[in-house]
């Protein structure tokens, strides 16, 4: 590899992180009179990608999905095409993002290896967020989450009552899940007891309410109560006495607890959820780059992070950008690269201008939500009503698993914009 060598550096190694690797490798760098200069640098917490949507089905039962459904593939083979002096995989954590020097700081996932400082010239930002439950995506590297699925799965077994607390989606698809799991269509009293406990008045907020409540009827067939307008105080572990952490760490995943709702209402649960949110992984960044949730600053045209200086961008999840949803990061990708070879292209040319406008990313104005329950569900695309029966056949069979391999092995950007 040549001293001279520009570093494209990429951090995430998720939806966002691998598709713009496979973008940038396939369409930016082959378009850049000094493509030999370059190469593509990934950082990612995690050896291997992860089918996200599919963990909520995945914590049930090993027997959840069949043995051919890769639900994680290892970062090495979706970039295996690739030549080496073109591409590197780093599997470490992003400790420190020095905008001012452009250089990144990475601690290797491996023990004892000293840490890695990477300088680059381009940067994407695309380290996702993190669920309050390591049951519901990577949390750290991908032997994380299999550990978590498998010490939920051996008490779930046995569990009599289970709290899950969140009224998205990711809460009313995990309640399904469970609901079909251990009690199947109810006729009389369910064999567990689970709650689904929301603060606010309606299940799935951003839909209709007509759309709630039938979410709320199929999920009362499967042996779920919904709790509305209640807010959790508190949640104490039955066995250590101790308040907070339960259902939060691989430590105290399956801690029996008692919830503590407001009007002093309780509930007391063998296995306890929490889905009532994502933060974004961003706390290496500077907060003059972040937005008062911490979302990282995006111009929301151009996906450039404007206040970090040339040829940064972010998106997917961890960007200001909404929707945060994957169809969006597929509009997402190909704009952020386009947008990066004119930025690659005009440094090459300093003495030039260079007139190529910026590509435009439009989100969607209208809702696309497809949520899962049990063999049923509901939903909008494009804003408009879907029935049950089209919810279980596009997302409810395997959760996209058959749909993600374009993600991970590039072909779903085949094609430039």
């Given at each position: 590899m ?7 550096l ?15 490798l ?11 200069d370059?190469?593509v640098?990934?950082?990612s ?14 914590l ?17 083979e ?17 400790a420190?993002l ?6 990144v ?16 010239h381009?940067l ?25 699925w ?20 990711t ?6 899940e469970?609901?079909?799991?251990l ?8 064999k ?11 299940l ?7 759309l709630?409540?039938k ?9 779920v ?9 508190k949640?104490?572990?039955?066995d250590a006495?101790a ?5 939060q ?10 919830v503590?709702?407001d009007h ?5 649960a063998?296995?306890?959820?929490p ?11 500077n907060?003059?780059?972040l937005?008062?949730e ?20 972010a ?24 947008n990066?070879?004119?930025?690659l ?13 910026y590509?435009?990313y ?27 029966f ?25 094609k430039a914009?």
């Open positions: 040549s001293s001279n060598t520009k570093t494209i990429i951090l995430g190694g998720s939806y966002a992180g691998v598709g713009t690797a496979h973008y940038i396939k369409h930016v760098l082959p378009s850049l009179p000094e493509k030999d370059y190469r640098a990934l950082v917490d995690s050896s291997h990608f992860l089918c996200r949507p599919a963990s909520v089905r995945a049930v039962s090993e027997d959840a999905f069949p043995g051919n459904k890769r639900l994680f593939v290892p970062l090495s979706a970039f295996e095409r690739y030549a080496s002096t073109s591409m590197t995989v780093y599997h470490g954590t992003v420190k020095d905008h001012l020097t452009r250089t700081t990475a601690i290797p996932a491996e023990a004892g290896k000293a840490e890695i400082k990477l300088e680059y381009a994407i930002i695309a380290t996702g967020v993190s669920t309050q439950s390591p049951l519901m995506g990577l949390s750290g590297d991908h032997q994380n989450t299999i550990e978590a498998t010490s939920f799965r051996k008490k779930v077994s046995t569990a009599k009552s289970i709290v899950i607390t969140g009224g998205g989606a809460g009313v698809e995990t309640a399904g469970l609901g079909q799991y009690n199947g269509n109810v006729s009389g009293k369910p567990v007891t689970i709650n689904l406990v929301t603060k606010s008045n309606q799935l907020s951003y839909l209709p309410l007509s709630a409540q979410a709320e009827e199929q999920l009362s067939k499967l042996g109560s919904v709790i509305k307008n209640r807010v959790v105080e949640v104490v572990s039955v006495d308040v907070n952490g339960a259902g760490s691989l430590e105290r995943l399956t801690d029996a607890v008692i503590h709702l002093d209402q309780t509930l007391q063998d296995l306890y959820i889905a009532t949110g994502v933060s974004p992984n961003t706390s290496f960044l907060g003059q780059l937005d008062d911490g979302y990282v600053i995006v111009h929301p045209s151009s996906l450039k992070v404007e206040s970090a200086g040339p040829r940064v961008y998106l997917g999840h961890v960007c200001s950008s909404n929707p945060r949803a994957i169809h969006a990061i597929m509009k997402q990708v190909p704009v952020a690269g386009e990066l070879k004119r930025d292209l005009a440094a090459e040319n300093s003495n030039q201008t260079h007139d190529a406008a590509r435009a439009e989100p969607e104005s209208k809702v696309t939500q497809l949520v899962v329950i049990g063999k049923k569900g509901v939903g909008m695309f494009s804003g408009w009503r879907v029935p049950s089209f919810v279980w056949l596009i997302k409810g069979r395997d959760y996209w698993v058959d749909m993600t391999p374009p993600m991970w092995n590039g072909k779903a950007f085949a914009i």
